[in-house]
């Protein structure tokens, strides 16, 4: 772990001034309004995700069994086949063809089998890749880790404050250039999305951890490679109605209650950082400032997590 001092930053994000703002862009930051000022107390981070190889020691340790590995229960599915309600998870299935970028359910599917042993479902093993980011994580999974490991997960104010690494105000944890000087600074999509990630930053998918630089404060991978719980219910309104005392707001935890409009049954938790599928296509969730959400016991191929640990433990 590495310490991350604390302090007061401008917690959020607008669209940055390019002169070809995208939708995709714009759609980014919609939730991420007001920019106010933040106030985090200093605290330990895990340097890197939480690996394939940590979660075997954890699994090992304690015999835990990840949602993904166990079947979904038929009363909260009234509607879903038989042949559905099996262990698994979803995992982003590239399209043959291009395709409109207004439906995710074009490029994800529900893989039987598919778990954090089994990336992209049976026949994979995470064996052969003891350095990726484990996957497949739920909310409950990784909150299970970081209780086992005496940690907790983050906030979202303390990754966004740790994701900037001690700069001030830019577009992403390493400045406000995507690609400074022509260099990959992140794992992130690239070619025609859906069909194919050419890999140009050297990894067409998942990357091990460690394979980009660090930022300020010497964490790696807050942008890119896999999305991050953070403890934070989502809800589109939080940084609108968030309570504050003399323009200042000190260690945020997040509204006491989940509310995704587009989605309001179901139970979001905030996801920080972005993934190797974000683009500037569709997600370009990988901006600092940028804020994910994700349903609490629903997994995939490019959620993790890493955890974090109070200054006083």
């Not at 980014?28 to 995700?49: C, H």
């Not at 993904?68 to 909260?76: G, L, S």
């Not at 993934?275 to 997600?283: E, G, K, N, V, W």
């Amino acid at each position: 772990m590495v310490w991350i001092p604390g302090g007061t930053f401008s917690r959020g994000a607008l669209a940055p001034d390019t002169g070809f703002c995208t939708n995709a862009t714009r759609d980014a930051v919609n939730d991420t309004q007001p920019i106010r000022r933040v106030r985090v107390d200093g605290f330990w981070m895990d340097e890197t995700v939480v690996t394939n190889e940590a979660f075997t020691r954890f699994v090992t340790a304690t015999k835990y069994i990840t949602i993904a590995e166990v079947a979904p229960n038929p009363k909260d599915f009234p509607d879903a086949p038989p042949e559905m309600l099996v262990p698994g998870s979803l995992v982003f299935s590239a399209s043959p063809e291009p395709v409109q970028l207004t439906n995710a359910a074009r490029w994800w599917r529900y893989v039987p089998g598919a778990s954090w042993r089994h990336p992209t479902g049976p026949g994979s093993d995470i064996l052969k890749n003891p350095h990726d980011p484990v996957v497949h994580i739920a909310y409950a999974d990784a909150l299970a880790y970081a209780t086992w490991a005496g940690k907790r997960l983050p906030t979202e104010a303390e990754f966004e404050f740790a994701a900037r690494g001690g700069l001030a105000g830019q577009t992403y944890a390493w400045g406000n250039e995507f690609m400074p000087q022509g260099r990959h600074m992140a794992n992130t999509y690239q070619g025609t999305f859906p069909m194919a990630d050419v890999g140009s930053d050297g990894f067409p998918g998942i990357a091990p951890v460690r394979q980009f630089p660090a930022n300020g404060y010497h964490l790696y991978d807050m942008a890119g490679n896999v999305w991050q719980w953070c403890s934070d219910w989502y809800r589109t309104d939080s940084y609108a109605t968030e309570q504050r005392s003399a323009g200042l707001i000190v260690n945020p935890s997040g509204p006491a209650e989940s509310y995704d409009p587009d989605e309001p049954g179901l139970k979001k938790r905030v996801q920080r950082g972005g993934s190797f599928l974000c683009t500037d296509q569709y997600c370009t969730r990988y901006m600092v400032g940028a804020r994910g959400k994700g349903e609490i016991s629903t997994s995939s191929n490019h959620v993790g997590f890493r955890c974090v640990r109070d200054a006083h433990r």
